[in-house]
């Protein structure tokens, strides 16, 4: 664990999803994805909040808003940012494995946009949707996002060809780890799912799939195209983006994935 926070310690997330149009349209596609949950005063919980750029947009938006972070250097610039913004919500370090400080049946919606991309085994996956499912009030909204790990075999071939070895693209395809020496340390403490994994996680844990969301479609292998846009030309993508990005033969190539899902009544 220690190496993650480590990972995560100095880390702008604010930056990653701003500086470029290929990321800002993870974060536009993902609002646009959750909006018709997010009414004011809804109880809202994000787990992995990094340094708040959702969940900041959440509390301006009237919600209810706690926000859980692992990383304690983003747990204090997510605080800072708060203060500055005037913004009140409820901030905590945790992991989203185990958090017994928050009350079961307690929120409409919980969202965990980060943590997936990093538990390694399928207990701590397991644990962290059966904690969503015990905080979640019956009807409640689930989005847990995660990594296509058939996107991460692209970006090996495109960008880090000492990674293209039988051995490296083998065990990604069965584990969803890449525990070799020579990637960089994100994908030593990665974890790369696939989009049918993803659907059984929610189903074993008795939520019902309401959409899966294609976040990157294909923009992440076209990335130099897309940022060259204009703002106008920009909204225009943006705009087909969403449009298409439900079309089940997306979600494998796509940098990320959004699975939604709602806990029985």
Known sequence: MQELIDQYTGVDEDGRLTRQFITQMEFDTTMHALKEYLTPEIKVIEQGAATGRYSLNFAKMGCDTTAIELVPDQ???L???ATEQGLTLSIYEGNACSVPFVESDSHDLCVILGPLYHLQTQEERDQAISEAHRILKP???LAVAYISRYFVAGM????????VTPEVLSTLFESGLVPNKLADSFFNVGYFASPSEMERLVSEHEFTKLRHVATDGFGRYISSGVNKFTPEQY???LSYHLKTCDEPSLL??????????????
Do not use: D, E, M, Y
């Open 75 to 77: 747990v204090n610039i």
């Open 235 to 237: 909204k225009t993508w």
């Open 79 to 81: 605080k800072r940012k």
């Open 156 to 163: 090996f071939a495109q960008q880090f060809p000492q990674l």
């Open 139 to 141: 009807g409640g909204v």
């Open 252 to 265: 494998g190539s796509s940098n990320h994935g959004l699975v939604i899902a709602r806990k029985a009544i």
